[in-house]
């Protein structure tokens, strides 16, 4: 009996963005069906993993995850160096953890000299993020944009109660920006237009619905993403069509799974392996609903990452 | 095929009795395509219609059972093809492989690795559902030493028996007549003989086709054989081949009811690289299979395996919660300490467990916080200073405590002076933020 294969063919796309410069630019989005759907439509490239650096030793970081960078975790311009270098990251994720005020409260300007250093010593696309703290990070990323000017690094992230100040910065830069939500697709449409009502082109946006951990919370991720890759297809809709963000590592290396001693708990097998299990599995299920970009810790975890990647075969 | 509603009023009385619910049959038609009523709240329907519209109104993807007594698993049944629209309703069977080509001993370790994988995990006892029996010698001998081994050791765990040998079927199926197993490997050259065996044995039959088009071709001929229960399988086993296939049989089953194809899909994970299988597994979880092969079963795997499944199958609608309620953990008296946290699932079990860890006897009081964490709850108002008081006077445990004093999470310290404004007499104390700081802060104060 022939079959017909029922296909899906949607008006929309979501936008191409590219960050970084030269040969070393990573270009992600740009597809017209959901996820890895190369069989009914264009997908016309894979998505990007970035490596998570710090612009501190990671003393919060499970042994499994810490060990890997203990020779250079000491400072950013070595971290960075390391995963570009010896891991062939292609993308680095600088997070400016030192500038939140409870681990230390860096000032702007030293956040700044830190961007400064990290890109003079890398080639590949910089992601800078902050804190999280949303009031000091206004103040830190302003300065950041500045030494990032002209770089197209991305930038991130604004959130509604501080986009204002920081889409400003991006925009007088020339950066790309992240706009972070809190997992409702409704907040994610609502910042976009207000990001785009400051004039700030919404090709240059990457929308991060926020991202969960296996086991804690990941479902409510998984299907704002299904839903807002749904939004920006089948319903054309220009404010849902940015690049998606998982920013994977940071949730995943604090829950208990990945830091809980096998002789506590014999049912939970081997702790290395099930932290990097975690991380992979996490971010695996986020690609799957539609991430396009993510941002990891563990090298063994992003490396099983690719390899199911390259198991889709899109390209 | 899926019939119109117009063509299923066709076949009703359209006497518009309105005793189905339905004001007009049409209504009650149209309901009845989209499958949002069933056929037999229309007491009138004739035995001719009901034999017709009884393969269209039936579930798009066939309900079936995997394996048999208190560890049997359902499948199919699916609605949807996006969690968040509706529920996934049989969550997904992990099956782990053993081939007949191990030797006993080794092949005894996947067993009890199997019977000693259960997981409690939010409540929910979690595990592998099923032993992948691989005729991989290609002698039916070993194939059935391997079904008693596993039956033996393993009586009440489900067997899907894999061979393309009606013999060799027939031989290791013995040992699981009436457990519902599934008879794994019928192709376009043994249909018919596989199709007798799994009838014999009251097996599930799997098809293993290459493609979907031979896969429908397939399923209606093993139909016309007699097979009621089928899974199948398209071939696919590169991630996007996988991923193409579950997704058209999905969208086939559920948006056109298209019957071939309407059957529980298993799913072929295994690699050799055990974290790449893993991967390969999420996918089958997220997309659609019911059930999923490994060819491995590590303990870690295992837990992230069946937490994806439990996140994937929850209600997107409503969050898994527990009670309202006081908690005894432990045998509390007057003195021991009473905390309080929010009714979600995870929430409860995390906190209730590590309680259990601290081994200090308490009080958990659980507040109705429709399903929400604790910062969730305090940021929708559904954890708050008047709220907890309420609850607290409310419940009478006054009566039982020495010392009216409540332990808050740390998250939401903030609350600590309106509750002590709230409760008169009562001190708050604000605990850890993170729960597994709860052993050391409960021991510190015993
Ligand atoms: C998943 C999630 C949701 C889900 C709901 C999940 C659920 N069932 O609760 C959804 C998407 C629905 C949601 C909605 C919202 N959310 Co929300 N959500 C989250 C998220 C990602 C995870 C929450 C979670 O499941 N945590 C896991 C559980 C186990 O944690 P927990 O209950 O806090 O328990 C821990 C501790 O508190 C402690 N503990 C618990 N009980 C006790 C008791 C004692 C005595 C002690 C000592 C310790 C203790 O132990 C546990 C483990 O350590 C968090 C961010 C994050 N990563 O934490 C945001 C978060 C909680 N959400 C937030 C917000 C603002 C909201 C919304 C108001 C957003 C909006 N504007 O619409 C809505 C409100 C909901 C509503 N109905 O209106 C904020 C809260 C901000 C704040 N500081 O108050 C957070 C922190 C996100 C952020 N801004 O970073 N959310
Ligand atoms: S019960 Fe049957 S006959 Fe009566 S209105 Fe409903 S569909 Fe028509």
Redesign the interface.
């Known amino acids: 009996?022939?079959?017909t294969?029922?296909k899906?063919s949607y008006n929309g796309k979501t936008f191409e963005l590219t960050i970084g410069q030269g040969d070393k630019a990573v270009t992600v989005g740009g597809e017209n069906v959901l996820a890895?759907?190369?069989?009914e439509g264009s997908v016309p490239r894979e998505p990007a993993v970035a490596f998570e650096v710090q612009d501190m030793p990671p003393d919060d970081w499970p042994e499994t995850v810490a060990e890997v960078f203990k020779n250079v975790s000491s400072g950013p311009v070595t971290w960075a160096k390391y995963c570009q270098d010896s891991l062939g990251a292609g993308i680095i994720a600088l997070r400016l953890v030192s500038t939140h005020p409870d681990r230390g409260d860096a000032s702007a300007d030293q956040a700044a000299e830190t961007v400064r250093k990290v890109l003079a010593a890398i080639n590949v696309p910089l992601i800078v993020l902050g804190s999280n703290h949303a009031e000091k990070d206004a103040a830190v990323l302003v300065k950041v944009a500045e030494v990032l000017k002209g770089t197209n690094s991305l930038l991130g992230k604004a959130q509604e109660s501080n986009y204002k100040t920081i889409v400003a910065a991006a925009m007088a830069n020339d950066l790309k920006l992240i706009a972070m939500s809190e997992l409702d697709i409704n907040l994610s449409k609502q910042l976009n237009i207000l990001i785009g009502q400051m004039g700030f082109d919404k090709e240059k946006l990457v929308t991060d619905p926020m991202s969960s951990a296996?086991?804690?919370?990941?479902?409510y991720t998984?299907?704002v993403m299904?839903?807002i890759k749904?939004a920006a297809l089948a319903q054309n809709d220009a404010t849902l069509q940015a690049p998606m963000l998982a920013d994977v590592g940071m949730f995943v290396w604090k829950v208990?799974?990945t830091?809980a001693a096998e002789a506590d708990l014999?049912?939970?097998?081997?702790?290395r392996?099930?932290g990097?299990?975690?991380e992979?599995?996490t971010a695996?299920?986020f690609l799957?609903?539609g991430a396009d970009i993510l941002i990891m810790r563990h090298p063994?975890a992003i490396g099983?990452?690719k390899?199911?990647i390259a198991?889709?075969?899109?390209k | 095929m899926a019939l119109t509603g117009v063509e299923i009023f066709k076949m009703l009385p359209k006497t518009n009795c309105k005793k189905c619910g339905q004001p007009t049959c049409l209504a009650f038609a149209m309901k009845l395509a989209q499958r949002q009523v069933s056929l037999d709240q229309c007491p009138d329907v004739s035995e001719e219609a009901k034999q017709k519209l009884g393969e269209a109104s039936a579930p798009p993807i066939r309900p079936t059972v995997l394996g048999s007594g208190e560890l049997a698993v359902k499948m199919g049944e699916e609605t949807v093809l996006?969690?968040?629209e509706k529920k996934f309703v049989n969550p997904c069977a992990i099956a782990v492989k053993i081939s007949d080509t191990a030797s006993e001993a080794d092949a005894s370790k996947v067993i009890d690795d199997v019977l000693s994988s259960e997981?409690d995990?939010?409540g929910q006892k979690l595990r592998i559902n099923a032993l992948f029996l691989s005729n991989d010698s290609g002698d039916g001998a070993k194939l059935e030493a391997l079904a008693k081994l596993a039956s033996t050791k393993a009586p009440a765990v489900a067997a899907i028996i894999s061979t393309t040998s009606p013999d060799a079927a027939d031989a290791a199926l013995k040992h699981y007549s009436g457990k519902n197993a599934v008879l794994y490997g019928a192709n376009k050259d043994n249909l018919e003989a596989m199709a007798g065996k799994a009838k014999a044995h009251k097996a599930t039959l799997g098809i293993a086709a290459t493609g979907?088009?031979e896969?429908?071709?397939l399923t209606?001929k093993a139909k016309g054989f007699g097979v009621a229960d089928m899974v199948i399988d398209s071939g696919a086993r590169?991630?996007?081949e996988i991923?193409?296939d579950n997704?058209?049989i999905r969208?086939?089953a559920v948006?056109?009811n298209f019957k071939?194809?309407g059957y529980p899909v298993i799913t072929f994970a295994g690699r050799d690289?055990s974290?790449?299988e893993?991967?390969?597994a999420?996918?089958g979880i997220?997309?659609y299979a019911s059930i999923v092969v490994l060819n491995s079963a590590?303990?870690?795997?295992?837990?992230?395996?069946f937490?994806?499944r439990?996140?994937?199958y929850?209600d997107?609608q409503v969050p898994m919660q527990v009670q309202q309620n006081i908690y005894k953990i432990g045998e509390p008296g007057p003195k021991s300490p009473f905390l309080i946290t929010t009714n979600f699932s995870?929430t409860y079990f995390?906190v209730s467990g590590e309680v259990e860890n601290s081994k200090v006897p308490c009080r958990l009081a659980v507040l109705d916080s429709e399903g929400l964490?604790v910062l969730t709850a305090w940021a929708a108002g559904k954890f708050t200073a008047s709220k907890i008081a309420q609850f607290i006077k409310e419940s009478g445990i006054e009566t039982e405590l020495e010392t009216k004093e409540l332990i808050i999470p740390g998250y939401v310290a903030i609350l600590s002076g309106s509750i002590e404004d709230k409760l008169e007499g009562w001190k708050i104390t604000v605990g850890p933020r993170e729960a597994?700081g709860l052993p050391a802060f409960l021991k510190a104060r015993a």
């Not at chain 1, 014999?266 to 702790?271: E, I, K, R, T, V």
């Not at chain 2, 590590?298 to 395996?305: C, G, T, V």
């Open positions: 009996m022939p079959f294969p029922p899906e890895f759907h190369a069989f296996l086991s804690y919370g990941l479902e998984y299907s299904e839903r749904l208990k799974e830091q014999p049912a939970w097998g081997s702790l392996e099930r990097i299990e975690w992979a599995v695996t299920s799957i609903a063994e099983a990452v390899k199911f198991d889709m075969e899109v | 996006f969690r968040h997981i995990r939010v979907l088009d896969l429908c071709d209606e590169r991630a996007g991923l193409r997704t058209y969208r086939s948006k056109k071939p194809l690289d974290m790449l893993s991967l390969i999420v996918l997220a997309k590590e303990r870690w795997k295992n837990l992230a395996l937490s994806l439990q996140n994937i929850t997107p995870l995390i964490s597994n």
